[in-house]
């Protein structure tokens, strides 16, 4: 199952458990979390068991640059319990950076699906 999340993503940010009242960052973060999660159960993505593959693209706007390694653990973070039980059973992830001319095109696509396990030679 596919979503687009509209808007730049944001990327996760280290908290301390004050931080996340009184931060910015932080309560942007928690903000988008919230937002991918509403997105993500409105599309009535189903929740997987077993091993998962997420596909994940950031569309991003400017010359701000943001880890990817952030990026996916926030979309990673968002999706825990609505399309799988916990990232832990994230086996496969790819994580891309898309520059796009203008803040309107700005976006996350996150796809999730069943991971299909390779055959060891």
Do not use: C
């Not at 910015?24 to 009535?44: D, F, N, T």
């Not at 993505?45 to 569309?59: K, P």
């Not at 700005?106 to 060891?120: G, P, T």
């Amino acid at each position: 199952m596919k979503i687009i999340v509209p808007g730049r993503p944001v990327p996760a940010v280290r908290m301390t458990q004050g931080s996340k009242y009184v931060d910015h960052q932080a309560e942007r973060y928690l903000e988008y979390k919230s937002h991918v999660g509403w997105i993500a159960k409105k599309a009535r993505m189903t929740r997987l068991t077993g091993d998962v593959e997420v596909i994940a693209i950031a569309y991003l706007f400017g010359k701000r640059e943001i880890d990817a390694d952030n990026l996916a653990k926030s979309m990673l973070d968002s999706l825990n319990g609505i399309a799988y039980v916990d990232d832990r059973q994230v086996r496969k992830l790819t994580i891309e950076k898309v520059k796009v001319a203008t803040k309107e095109e700005q976006r996350a696509e996150i796809e999730v699906k069943q991971f299909a396990m390779r055959e060891s030679v």
